[in-house]
């Protein structure tokens, strides 16, 4: 599997997402590469449900943020997410989130995810098909 093409996610720093002096609360950061993730997987036809109708689920084994600058109240960010080549059955995602005034990287992340069959909670060493075949379509 190829490393697929980047996902861009717009977020507008509101109050909840700074912390007292209006600065982007490192947590927050966590949370918009995550949306940017399901709204990608989303817009190529495989939505969060169809991993839950197929008792997969999808735990962080993995993070890593390095801050670059920060994002303060009334900022746009442009969450830019992809998905790097497969190697076995986990998946890595890389982001880039940058100003989107002047595009410069803010913060740039990873995130790793390991398939777990739900009823065992044991990692899959082969994805059901019809997620397998919903991928390859993503490329």
Known sequence: MEEFRWFEHRVTVQPHHTDYAGIVWHGTYVAWMEEARVNYLSTCGLTF???????VDLPVVDLALKYR???????????KARLAATKGVRFVWHYDIQNADTQATCIEGSVTLAPVDVSTRRVLRRLPEPLRTALDLIV
Request: hydrophobic share 50%; net charge neutral.
């Open 49 to 55: 449900a169809d991993w839950v109708k197929a008792g």
């Open 69 to 79: 600058r920060s994002l303060t109240l009334g900022d746009t960010a442009l969450v």
